[in-house]
């Protein structure tokens, strides 16, 4: 068992619910493992740190506890995933600099972000990898798990939003 720390972040179905009303009772629907935020009203955050056999395991029943309980919340986003430099860095442990650098400066692909503007934005997973693999860095495997896991998760929310007629032309253009 490892342990797998990751935020999800939920939309509320009434705008006007105060989440301070669903503490105790995701506390005591399975969220004890769980560092509850609730600062606007209609959003509650859940910071996990769970242990489970893999982060999908850790992620889809913190999902289930978190619905279980409150079964109108809609899943906003699943992290950590989409990463400016500063906050890969700060993953890592390293600084903003040596991550640009390595990106900019490599002779290996680096990762292709996901926004390309002033502050670029990539999935964390494509970063870790490409960091693991072309220049050699040791990569947590459970931090690995979570971030690949987050991505696919994101993804999967936002391929929902592509209307079903669309979803096979919308997936050729993609290629």
Known sequence: MNE???TLKFNLE???ADPDDFIEKLYAGGCNDAL???GNKGYVALNFIREASSAYEAISSAINDVKRVVPAATLIEASPDLVGLTDA???LGYTQQNIRNL???SDSKSPIPVYEGTDSIWHLAEILIW???AQTYSIDDALL???QTNMNINIA???QKIAPDTQESMKALAV
């Open 4 to 6: 797998y720390d990751f």
């Open 89 to 91: 860095a700060k993953i």
């Open 36 to 38: 509850i935020g609730v």
């Open 103 to 105: 990106i900019i400066k």
């Open 131 to 133: 960091l693991r693999e």
């Open 145 to 147: 798990d979570i971030a």
């Open 157 to 159: 929310m936002s391929w």
């Open 14 to 16: 009434d705008s006007q």
